[in-house]
Every structure is written in structure tokens, then in C-alpha cells.
């Protein structure tokens, strides 16, 4: 996780959302990726997405089978539906998202017995470290504004 949150700073350097994300398969770190949704003019460059893409391309192989995805923040969504996709096997987070998240606190995508694939999940990570990067980017952009 301590990786991610120098990814998440890396983001934050850029003006993006800080949240960085690493794939490790066995005990090796295999892909890693920050936001770049406005640098890049692309929507899906959320840090896990860019991780997945990285790690896919890494075992040439779209299913990452065996893989821990660790993300400073809660995954959303469309990321969440990436890392089923993918048949990412962990992932471990550091802060929830209340209002988008969905590996537990708004939505529970991951464990969700429906999908023909679920998650082991884990949350707050490093948390207070995880939401207290992102606390102090927003402000900052408040400030600036």
C-alpha cells in the first residue's frame, strides 16, 4: 500500500485525483498506475484500470488469475467490473468511498454472488493515510479556486 500512496502523490502532481494502485502476483509487483483521467482525456484511466492493463500485458494473458490489486482508495464501479473481468483474485484498499464506492460502503460489486466471479476484499488500509491525501488535495483545489 505504501507504494500505491507514492503513486496516488505521483497523481496528485499531475492535478489528478490521487490514487495509485499495484498488481502483485506471488511476491513480485507487476503493474502499477495512478489517475490520468485529465492528462490523458480518458475516462477509464483510473489508477486500477491502468494497473490491470499493465499487468495483463505483463502475463499476456487477460486473465489475471492469482493477482492482489492494491488501490489507495476504494475501487468504483467501472473498475470494479475491470478487476471481475479480469478475475483479479485480492484486492486490498485503503480509504471508502461513501459516495461511489463499490467494494462495500455504497455499492458491493466485488462479493456480489450474481457475478460468475467474486473478490476478496479488503478495506482501510492505511486508511487514515489513504483518505488524508485525498482531504488535503481537495482542499487545496478549493483553495485555488
Not at 489475471?64 to 483479479?88: D, F, H, K, W
Not at 466485488?110 to 487514515?128: E, K, P, T
Request: hydrophobic share 40%.
Amino acid at each position: 500500500m505504501s507504494q500505491a500512496l507514492r503513486l496516488a502523490e505521483q497523481a496528485a502532481h499531475q492535478g489528478e485525483i490521487p490514487v495509485g494502485a499495484i498488481i502483485v502476483y506471488g511476491d513480485q509487483c507487476i503493474a502499477e498506475g495512478w489517475n490520468q483521467p485529465i492528462t490523458s482525456h480518458d475516462p477509464t484511466a483510473h489508477a486500477e484500470i491502468i494497473a490491470l492493463r499493465q499487468a495483463a500485458q505483463y502475463l499476456k494473458n487477460y486473465r489475471l488469475l492469482n493477482t492482489t490489486l492494491y488501490v489507495t482508495l476504494e475501487p468504483c464501479i467501472m473498475c470494479s467490473g475491470a478487476i471481475i473481468q479480469a478475475r483479479v483474485k485480492r484486492v486490498v484498499f485503503g480509504a471508502y468511498d461513501p459516495k461511489g464506492g463499490a467494494a462495500g460502503s455504497r455499492f458491493d460489486i466485488l462479493r456480489d454472488f450474481r457475478h460468475n466471479h467474486q473478490v476478496d476484499c479488503v478495506g482501510g488500509i492505511l486508511a487514515a493515510e489513504c483518505g488524508a491525501r485525498l482531504t488535503r488535495f481537495f482542499s487545496n483545489c478549493r483553495q485555488s479556486d
